[in-house]
């Protein structure tokens, strides 16, 4: 055991929550301390043992900081009845009775979490055209005999030229290892897989044409999944976790910095990956009495980070100059490859990338919002730790990425966390008063009242609703600074400068005040600076002065008050009635590929069309950074007052 740090600094994944804790503190006191969600059944006497967690390993993790299961204290041997030796070995403790001497990272699972994480993946509403890249056939063939014994395959292969007219099939080796025995077992009846009318991928004994397929999103901070029928479309099953990824850091630069410091980076990050949607497979499977066999295609989208990590690519070029991916174009992989337990012979289509830090799920959402069939400018924001923006209409098409930052995760702001029970999703200040109502993930109920409603800490749309409400009550100044000659209990002063008090000490689960203060908003500032900043150079590049529509995407899209977005300037000047969320678009993107091969191609089509535009070689992009940084803008006129 190593006492390396004097106060050691805690990160818990994968709610996000993180800080210093003394020497000699157990994990589910840190945990109570930090307001991280694990169970204390036994009131920590080591009988439940239903506060197991992992320590991450890791030379260079979130913020820097290095985590090792040396940092704690010896295992002890109440920790043994309820922890077997691979367990041991893997980092798993229990955290009543673990204590932290070093910097550590730990992964709070599932089944330890005393509320889940909150993650809204779900899938759009759209109507798809079906015309699957996998269909089945149904067959019935002559049995084998003595007069007739021509070879399985060539058997196959004729009658389907006879029945289906389908010529030239290939096979995968997985099919016919399974061949002989799937056609004699039912009969000489058979269900046949093919793969744009060209490849066999599988072969079922038996009459069954129905055919499963799935949708993949790969985001930096959480996944999702959409099992399909591809004879009718239906979603059947969706699944989504946070993304396993997040305890080699927050965001894409992160990431890209760990496999630079760690020769096995890249290999780790993809484990990660694969492991997480293996996860997400066998959970919808058995949600839906299938088994992870029956998916016999899958598409995928991701932004160009996610999506390389996937396919196991080398990422370190991304992070340097001119951030140069590996391949932009639609890639076809066999499942199996990459270590996706689904059927042997299925294969995944990733959808095209556009540049370095424009991925696959902005060609996802572009052809589920389809902005080049449309004459109003639209303008779509994928808000995330990395901003990805879309703008024009049919006449032309630019886009652009931007680096945000955690802020909007809930990273970097002193109460941040994820969107999970006990979040302050909601915020409203009266502008009279300065008393706040809030609106806590799990319960909504005023911060003011008698109630025994707790908050853990801020989230993403509590944050942008926090500053928003704050600039619209004159605590804020246009600049981002307090005005310090309000008179409210709740503007406090501390060693790092003044503080808006959200939440009460009584009021939170860790018994200490959860504020808002000046480096918080210097944080979403920049975060919102960084968009507008975006979008205003790409109108200029396109000479429009106005944007007709605005599209929040993305599973955080969803749960910003869009009043709020607009007030505080995360975007150029647009109508409310104009400015839409619609959720996870680049998963609907994902879907429609998967339901519509003509998706797939239009994918490479417009992918191909839409100009990239690199903000950091434009000459004006600092100076519109900083004027954007004001709220709304510094110069820049907001017709629409939006209700403040």
């Known amino acids: 055991m190593e006492r390396k740090t004097p106060t050691p600094f805690v990160t818990f994944e994968p709610s996000g929550r993180r800080g210093h804790v003394n020497p000699g503190t157990t994990i589910i006191e840190a945990a109570q301390n930090i307001g991280a969600d694990i169970q204390n059944v036994c009131g920590g006497q080591a009988q439940c043992g239903k506060c197991k967690v992992r320590i991450i390993e890791s030379t260079s993790g979130n913020n820097g900081k290095s985590s090792s299961t040396k940092n704690l204290s010896p295992v ?54 079906l015309n699957p890249a996998l269909k089945q056939y149904a067959l019935s063939l002559a049995p084998a005999d003595l007069d007739d014994p021509t070879a399985d395959w060539e058997r196959l292969t004729a009658a389907m030229k006879k029945q289906f007219g389908l010529t030239g099939l290939t096979a995968e080796f997985t099919v016919l290892r399974e061949l002989s025995e799937a056609v004699r077992s039912n009969n000489w009846e058979v269900t046949v897989s093919v793969r744009h009318q060209r490849q066999v991928v599988h072969i079922n004994a038996g009459l069954e044409t129905k055919a499963f397929g799935l949708a993949m999103d790969i985001g930096t901070t959480s996944l999702a999944v959409y099992l399909c029928d591809l004879d009718t479309g239906k979603v059947l099953a969706t699944g989504s976790m946070v993304n396993p990824q997040v305890v080699f850091g927050e965001d894409v630069m992160s990431r890209i910095s760990y496999t630079m410091a760690n020769p096995d980076g890249t290999a780790a990050l993809n484990r990660a990956i694969i492991g997480g949607i293996n996860d997400l497979i066998n959970d919808i499977a058995t949600r839906t009495g299938l088994e992870g066999k029956d998916i016999v295609d899958l598409t995928c989208v991701g932004n160009t980070c996610m999506h390389h990590i996937f396919l196991g690519c080398d990422i370190r070029h991304l992070g340097r100059s001119p951030f140069t991916p590996v391949i932009r174009r639609a890639v076809d992989v066999r499942a199996r490859d990459i270590g996706l337990k689904v059927c042997p012979g299925a294969y995944v289509h990733l959808l095209p990338v556009i540049a370095g830090f424009v991925g696959a799920d902005t060609v996802g959402a572009l052809i589920a919002e389809a902005p080049y069939n449309r004459d109003e400018i639209t303008l779509i924001i994928d808000v995330g730790t990395n901003g990805e923006l879309i703008l024009g209409n049919r006449n032309r098409l630019i886009c652009s990425s931007c680096a945000t930052g955690p802020a909007f995760e809930g990273a970097t702001i002193r109460h941040g966390m994820r969107a999970a029970q006990g979040a302050i999703e909601a915020i409203h200040i009266d502008p009279a008063t300065l008393e706040v109502k809030l609106g806590i993930i799990g319960h909504t109920a005023s911060s003011t009242g008698q109630n025994k409603v707790k908050a853990k800490g801020i989230c993403g749309s509590g944050i942008i609703d926090g500053v928003a409400e704050m600039f619209a009550a004159g605590i804020l100044k246009k600049n981002g600074q307090f005005n310090k000659d309000l008179k409210t209990r709740r503007l406090r002063f501390d060693s790092k400068g003044p503080l808006f008090v959200l939440a009460w000490p009584h009021e939170t689960t860790t018994g200490r005040e959860i504020v808002i203060c000046l480096d918080d908003v210097r944080s979403v500032q920049m975060a919102k600076g960084a968009i507008y900043a975006a979008a205003k150079l790409m109108m200029n590049e396109l000479g429009v002065k106005k944007l007709d529509r605005v599209i929040l995407a993305g599973a955080f899209g969803s749960f910003i008050n869009r009043k709020s977005a607009t007030a505080m300037g995360l975007f150029p000047d647009c109508e409310l009635e104009n400015v839409k969320a619609v959720g996870n678009a680049a998963g609907d993107g994902a879907r429609m590929a998967l339901l519509d091969m003509e998706k797939r191609e239009e994918a490479n089509l417009e992918a191909a069309k839409i100009e990239h535009v690199e903000l950091t070689t434009r000459p004006g992009f600092q100076k519109e950074y900083a004027r954007a940084m004001y709220f709304p803008h510094m110069t820049d006129e907001f017709n629409h007052n939006y209700g403040y």
């Open 76 to 129: 002890k041997d109440n920790e043994k009845s309820h922890l077997n030796a691979s367990q041991l070995t893997a980092g798993w403790r229990l955290a009543c009775q673990a204590q932290i001497f070093g910097d550590v990272i730990i992964m709070i699972p599932d089944e330890s979490r005393a509320h889940r994480q909150v993650i809204s993946k779900n899938p759009g509403t759209m109507k798809i055209d």
